[in-house]
């Protein structure tokens, strides 16, 4: 089945730092990878979806030039996280689909952020 | 009004036991939905897509409702392994949407 990677699985990072976490589709070609965020005892909240070759699509409330997305290509995409602060601490998780719907959206395996 | 919306729960059931998840969706447009399980700190893993006609995987049953714009989880004979946090997913376009989980504990 289809295999998303992501990278790293979890990171510990100064605040004021930026933190880059890569997403990669492995056996398919991937034109649009989105990206989530969750809080601790919530759902999952979508931040962006990222088309390959052009601007990424953001969710209202989730600032553009400090979560920066790259998709440079039909497997990679990358966010990053720049200039990071404790309240950026969370689980990022990106996914990306086949192209047919009914196959669903394949996650990648997710990446915690901290930020101290 | 939300996009999708799931009672968060938590349900605790005993082993053996069915339960039934329910989830609303607001978009009548929406074209494909499906259900992921979540366990705790790991990414969501897609169970089951839910067809119009409704569909059945061993002891899970999921069926689609577009009149009353709901999709339902039917989950029969439960074991120890089901407790996790089952996830409503809604398609629309290219916007997905999340129910915010509900959580299930099946005790001994």
């Known amino acids: 089945g289809a295999v998303v990677s992501q990278h790293p699985s979890w990171v510990i990072c100064k605040s004021g730092t930026s933190v880059k976490i890569e997403c990669r589709s492995l056996?398919?070609?991937?034109?649009?990878m989105f990206w989530y965020r969750q809080f601790p005892k919530q759902s999952l909240m979508l931040m962006a979806t990222s088309n390959e070759g052009s601007k990424a699509t953001y969710e209202q409330g989730v600032e553009k030039d400090k979560f920066l997305i790259n998709h440079a290509s039909l497997t990679l995409s990358t966010l990053t996280v720049t200039s990071a602060h404790p309240e950026d601490s969370s689980f990022y998780i990106c996914?990306?689909?086949?192209?047919?719907?009914?196959?669903?959206?394949?996650f990648g395996s997710g990446t915690r952020l901290t930020v101290v | 009004r939300k996009e999708v919306e799931q009672d968060p729960g938590p349900f605790n059931v005993p082993e053996g036991a069915t339960v039934a998840f329910n989830c609303t969706y607001s978009?009548?447009?929406?074209?494909?939905f499906f259900w992921y399980r979540q366990d705790c700190r790991k990414e969501p893993k897609l169970l089951m897509s839910v067809y119009s006609s409704g569909n059945e995987d061993g002891r899970f049953t999921a069926q689609l409702n577009r009149a009353s714009q709901y999709i339902s989880l039917l989950i029969r004979d439960s074991k120890l392994s089901d407790s996790a946090t089952y996830l409503c997913v809604v398609n629309s376009g290219n916007q997905f949407y999340f129910g915010t989980g509900t959580s299930l504990t099946v005790i001994p």
């Open positions: 996914s990306a689909t086949e192209g047919a719907e009914s196959y669903g959206y394949t």
């Open positions: 056996d398919f070609q991937a034109t649009t």
């Open positions: 978009n009548s447009a929406s074209q494909s």
